[in-house]
């Protein structure tokens, strides 16, 4: 069986700082505002340290330390903060921030902002909060383009969606726009490299396993990519999920991992395949080498017997 790795793997950038800081920071009075990723086994490391994760900002007292996530927050949240004297040590994504002024921006000039990305997405979420909360969200080609006002438009995009299904819903929406529609390609350049080599990595091997938190957004991005061009494609949170059996019979696996997947959940899932292939080797050559011992037999001979070894 031969493992053929995605080049690109480990954090992104974004990630990497967030969670350094997270491990990093004094842990007293300090909270994070939701998921500081989306991965369990990260997510458990932090809390462990003994900083309180929160979804309301109401559970954060004054004077406390905040961390915001990579994925972003509104700007209400801010000013929040401000009012409640909370020091903000902020880990948004500068890919994110970026989009964030553009938002900004864009809605202060008057024009309609419309976000594709999933509407309940932390980042889009966020993004909304630039533009008082008044933009369009779509996250797929066939919805109801109809009920955008008819004045300028400014589109964004959640910067770890598909590229793919972004240039779709661009194309539907100017079809059936009479006014200006400006269009920012604000998705990640790594998320459209992660994205290029799951599509290239998926048409060549016999299965792909693609590891990464179950709610990971990019994460679950490469899985639709890779199932397009390859029926056996396994999604894994960790090492714990892979069932050895599942593979064994593929001569080709392919390796794809998020932008919120260690390198360490990979190295463990490797590692388990790596131990599994080698007891079946050793497995297989003690019985070679028993069978070598034995005296030949003649047909319709009855010999004893014993079984050193069963599988499926």
Partial sequence: ?????????G???G????VDTALSIETENTYIYGEIIHNPEVVQKITERGIVMVDDLDDVPCGATLIIRSHGVGKAVYELCASRNIKIVD???EFVRRTQKIVREQHAQGKTIVIVGEKTHPEVVGLNGWCENEAYIFSSEDEDF????????????????SEEKFEKIIKNLNNIREKTVEVFKTICYTTIGRQNEANELSKKCDAILVIGGLNSSNTNKLYD????NCPNVFRLSSAADLEYKTIKGFEKVGIVTGASTPNAQTQEVLSKMEMETEAKATSMEEVVANMDS??????GQLIKATISSADD
Avoid: N, R
């Fill in 15 to 18: 990630v990497k700082k967030a």
């Fill in 225 to 228: 990519i890779c199932a397009k």
């Fill in 91 to 93: 880990c948004t994504c």
């Fill in 1 to 9: 069986m031969e493992f053929i790795i995605a080049k690109s793997g």
């Fill in 146 to 161: 109809s009920v955008l006002p008819q004045k300028d438009c400014c589109i964004v995009a959640q910067t770890t969606y």
């Fill in 11 to 13: 954090f992104c950038h």
């Fill in 294 to 299: 034995q005296p030949k037999f003649k047909k």
